[in-house]
């Protein structure tokens, strides 16, 4: 092929570029590109398409309350949530988006399946135990008394069940040795005076417990 | 100088080496660079991490290499400018060894404003987006001195990696398909594994002779073409377990020229007509915070002479390249781990020209022994394995070794011949020697062998600041007098410290 015949068939190809399929844009700053769009074209590289993440350096999104997903967005895109977890990689991609597009998203992962995680660590009796009890000595609250007696989440108290194990004693650790995340301040006294252990064996006991 | 591989083995041949010497510009090293593109973070307003193993610059993340492959169109469009400069010392191990320690160790342990680029990149449309990098060499060459001798060095700016591609996504709940068509000017620049061959040099090399044995300079497995070619190829990458690609490639000229910008035409590789196909197979797997991918690729390229008379078919040589490379991640913060393996063969075939220049009668330096006949064609064979450990994104480490063997070919020989191509004793004070110290081999054989170790510090996303060592136990074929004049492979031995940042 001469080369006038390539560069021909390179501007077709800018040509077509032009001509870029909406309902397949990866474009966050455009209020047409509909939630579900940017769900599947961007959120999915690392969240996965249904909101069940494979690598625990990302949330999981499906089956997740949807007011807590438009309050965390919101949270990113005033910069108020400022955990590196989030501001590494959400106050970019957030900073542009409608509130229109932050309730579809919302609303496309809450309505996701959330499929079960393999045990995160051993899911011992002592996990079970904060999640159910709490750490009563130290005036620790069980988990579920917000979070729901299965840990599913009551509209803005986030799901628990089924999430990444790394991710949540991270943020445990976030709310309790950080102000990062204004918008959870009461887990700060809750989680004040958590051990390590007890992080992670809340951590992994919630990872493993069945989604419902 | 990395863009061309197949022409360093050809051109600095020995029957090639008297005109070398002559040609008034010296050193004229190209420059591969390290790309962490602010530019691309502007366009998301996420974080180097985002894309960067570990902030590793250029190792990519899953989401890096869908970013790239969905032809870097996430986000939205900002001003598409980045530029990045290196400042960096070598120091070589011994510098005695040589006839002329100012020539063949300039600058050794000065500190140099090495390199700078400039990069044009960023989404363009919803389907297209750019990469594309233009790269000035603080130290490109030298201008000839009054006496002949080389002067004061000259700067240059020329293209550099560039990669104009278009993609589209076809996801849902079953599927995951990204196809995409990239315009791009060096083979495996397109891939978004650091295993490949465009990728997995990630130093800069700055072009003074006392930055030639740096790990940048080192054997990496690579196309025989090299780079500041042009090529199309097609891709997809299929449920994020598949991916291919194909295409072929040509010389960077007419409407292409870009793509070769600021080089000279001596200098450009020539490819004839447009029927050099490269292609990639790769099949990757994401599970928990680890990641891995096993490859193969290949190439053929028709290739002439380096500065020669394109119309004659009798300077076209082919190289066929074929490799396999694999990797291998684990990132969870604040830990990153990584893994690459790749191996390369190349089987070089030599024009008619070459093998012709070649041809006439050598003899041992008993005047009765002859020198065997040169290769019809040569193989090489390189592996390449590197380990790193990254903490917070700030702090890391890296342990490579490298292995390059191949054919022996007296065409190769550079060292140990006196004018008339006959092989003298090791004696550099012997009548009529125009052996290459330093750089040359009394072998003929390619072999190479040895490993780098890094630490570096990243105490801000766009500066890193490195510290390498670089060890050879062989080197041209030999570990210990490799020149015939004396030279061991370990007084190559090279410490590099660098300090590199972008904006």
């Known amino acids: 092929m001469k080369a006038p015949k390539i560069a021909i068939a390179v501007l077709a190809m800018l040509g077509v570029a032009a001509c870029a399929n909406i309902e397949r844009s990866r474009n966050l700053n455009d209020a047409r590109v509909s939630a579900k769009t940017l769900a599947l074209q961007v959120c999915s590289a690392c969240h996965a398409f249904d909101g069940n993440s494979v690598s625990p350096n990302f949330p999981n999104l499906a089956g997740q309350t949807p007011a807590y997903l438009v309050s965390q967005l919101k949270d990113f895109r005033k910069h108020s949530r400022a955990d590196p977890a989030g501001f590494e990689y959400m106050w970019g991609l957030s900073r542009n988006l409608t509130d229109e597009q932050i309730d579809g998203l919302a609303s496309y992962f809450a309505s996701q399946p959330l499929r079960p995680l393999p045990a995160g660590g051993v899911p011992g ?23 729901g007696e299965h840990g599913q989440g009551t509209d803005q108290n986030p799901r628990l ?52 | 100088m990395r863009c061309f591989p197949w022409r360093l083995t050809t051109s600095i041949g020995k029957y090639c080496l008297s005109a070398a010497l002559a040609w008034p510009v010296f050193g004229i090293f190209h420059v591969e660079q390290a790309h962490a593109l602010p530019a691309f973070a502007r366009q998301t307003g996420q974080n180097c991490v985002s894309c960067h193993a570990g902030g590793q610059f250029p190792e990519l993340t899953p989401y890096g290499r869908i970013f790239k492959l969905t032809a870097y169109t996430i986000g939205e469009r900002t001003i598409p400018i980045s530029v990045m400069g290196v400042a960096s010392v070598a120091k070589v191990n011994d510098t005695s060894k040589s006839d002329s320690p100012a020539a063949d160790f300039q600058k050794n342990g000065s500190l140099l404003f090495a390199t700078g680029s400039l990069f044009i990149a960023g989404k363009v449309t919803n389907n297209m987006g750019v990469f594309s990098q233009i790269t000035y060499d603080n130290y490109a060459y030298q201008s000839a001195g009054p006496d002949g001798q080389p002067a004061d060095f000259r700067g240059h700016s020329n293209a550099d990696n560039i990669d104009i591609r278009y993609a589209d ?40 002779t006392s930055h030639q044995f740096i790990d940048g300079t080192a054997p990496y497995p690579g196309f025989g073409t090299g780079g500041n070619i042009a090529g199309i190829t097609t891709y997809a990458y299929w449920n994020r377990a598949l991916y291919a690609e194909i295409g072929t490639y040509r010389t960077a000229n007419q409407a292409f020229s870009f793509l070769s910008a600021g080089i000279n035409d001596g200098n450009t590789t020539k490819l004839r007509g447009s029927n050099n196909p490269y292609w990639r197979l790769a099949l990757s797997h994401e599970w928990g915070a680890h990641n891995a991918m096993m490859g193969v690729s290949g190439m053929v390229a028709h290739v002439f002479d380096g500065g020669s008379d394109v119309s004659d078919p009798d300077n076209l040589g082919r190289v066929r390249n074929i490799g396999f490379d694999a990797q291998y991640q684990y990132l969870l913060d604040p830990h990153t781990i990584t893994a690459q393996f790749a191996f390369m063969r190349q089987k070089q075939f030599y024009s008619a020209n070459t093998l012709a220049a070649a041809e006439p009668p050598y003899f041992l330096a008993d005047g009765i022994t002859p020198v065997a006949a040169v290769n019809a064609s040569d193989t090489t064979n390189i592996l390449r394995a590197k380990v790193s450990y990254i903490f917070q994104a700030k702090y890391g480490g890296s342990l490579s070794i490298f292995n390059k063997t191949g054919t022996t070919n007296t065409l190769n020989q550079t060292s140990g011949f006196d004018s008339n191509g006959q092989i003298t004793s090791t004696d550099p004070e012997g009548t009529g020697i125009a052996s290459t110290r330093v750089n040359g081999s009394l072998t003929g054989n390619p072999a190479t062998r040895g490993w780098t170790g890094e630490v570096f510090w990243t105490p801000v996303q766009y500066v890193r600041v490195g510290a390498q060592f670089t060890a050879y136990s062989k080197y041209n074929g030999a570990s210990s007098n490799y020149d015939g004049l004396g030279r061991n492979a370990r007084d190559n031995n090279t410490l590099f410290l660098y300090l590199w940042a972008a904006y």
Request: charged share 20%; hydrophobic share 40%; with cysteine.
């Open chain 1, 125 to 147: 009796i002592a996990g079970q135990g904060i999640f159910e009890r709490g750490v009563p000595e130290k005036s620790i609250p069980p988990c579920k008394g917000c979070h």
């Open chain 1, 161 to 212: 069940a089924g999430q990444h194990a790394d991710y949540l004693a991270k943020q445990l650790s976030v709310f309790q040795r950080t102000d990062e995340r204004p918008d959870g301040a009461v887990m700060k006294i809750i989680a004040h005076d958590l051990t390590e252990a007890n992080k992670s064996d809340v951590a992994a006991y919630l990872q493993a417990m069945a989604p419902r």
């Open chain 2, 169 to 208: 996504r076809f996801i849902d709940g079953n599927h995951d398909l990204i196809v995409g068509v990239s315009l791009n000017n060096n083979p495996s620049i397109s891939d978004v594994w650091n295993s490949a061959a465009a990728w997995m040099q990630y130093v800069p090399v700055p072009s003074p």
